[in-house]
T-cell receptor
Framework: AQSVAQPEDQVNVAEGNPLTVKCTYSVSGNPYLFWYVQYPNRGLQFLLK??????LVKGSYGFEAEFNKSQTSFHLKKPSALVSDSALYFCAVGRGATNKLIFGTGTLLAVQP | NAGVTQTPKFQVLKTGQSMTLQCAQDMNHNSMYWYRQDPGMGLRLIYY???????DKGEVPNGYNVSRLNKREFSLRLESAAPSQTSVYFC???????????????FGPGTRLLVL
């Protein structure tokens, strides 16, 4: 069965420090991985995705993610966190030969000034 | 270009009442989706429509029906609301279905539903 896990409910980081939001997946075949961000009372916004090619994917707002096939991970990273990055982050994996996504449970990122 | 719009933004229902959640997209996308978001459970797919005229069940379809009215609009209907359907509902769309599951989905702002 295909699944995605976000092991941390919340990540706290000081402004200016690097941040990492973790995601691991389990899927048969080649994975298609996404990161979305949700600000309070808003819909999900697309950040970045990995389909194929370079393992390091760059996305919106200075975020990037590294696909690691051996560790089945797709961690989201940013070199220097901003208070405005505080939001709920979702990892998702494409499932099978469809465009249906399986979402993780989300990680709340809190950036302290 | 408004993207994906949803109405209403918030609704309170009594158990047993019915209602329809509306969704429209102006990006000429072929595929549309309905999700529900519950605390600690991420987003779960209720129904999706790969293209105009087709609909299919997702992970949690029980208690819901959908209508793909045209290419732009995809509605979700609760025939007899239950407290377990209290949730935030999101509509999304993507350009194509056709087995290309790397397509980015674009989400609406959500509808908060409270069933008493």
């Amino acid at each position: 069965a295909q699944s995605v896990a976000q092991p941390e409910d919340q990540v706290n980081v000081a402004e200016g420090n690097p941040l990492t939001v973790k995601c691991t997946y389990s899927v048969s075949g080649n994975p298609y991985l996404f990161w979305y961000v949700q600000y309070p009372n808003r819909g999900l916004q697309f950040l970045l995705k990995y389909i194929t090619g370079d393992n390091l994917v760059k996305g919106s707002y200075g975020f990037e993610a590294e696909f690691n096939k051996s560790q089945t991970s797709f961690h989201l990273k940013k070199p220097s966190a901003l208070v405005s990055d505080s939001a709920l982050y979702f990892c998702a994996v494409g499932r099978g030969a469809t465009n249906k996504l399986i979402f993780g449970t989300g990680t709340l990122l809190a950036v302290q000034p | 270009n408004a993207g994906v719009t949803q109405t209403p933004k918030f609704q309170v229902l009594k158990t047993g009442q019915s209602m329809t959640l509306q969704c429209a997209q102006d990006m000429n996308h072929n595929s549309m989706y309905w999700y529900r978001q519950d605390p600690g459970m991420g987003l779960r797919l209720i129904y999706y429509s790969a293209s105009e005229g087709t609909t299919d069940k997702g992970e949690v379809p029980n208690g819901y029906n959908v209508s793909r009215l045209n290419k732009r609009e995809f509605s979700l209907r609760l025939e007899s609301a239950a407290p377990s359907q209290t949730s935030v509902y999101f509509c999304a769309s993507s350009e194509s279905y056709s087995g290309r599951f790397q397509e980015t989905q674009y989400f609406g702002p959500g509808t908060r539903l409270l069933v008493l």
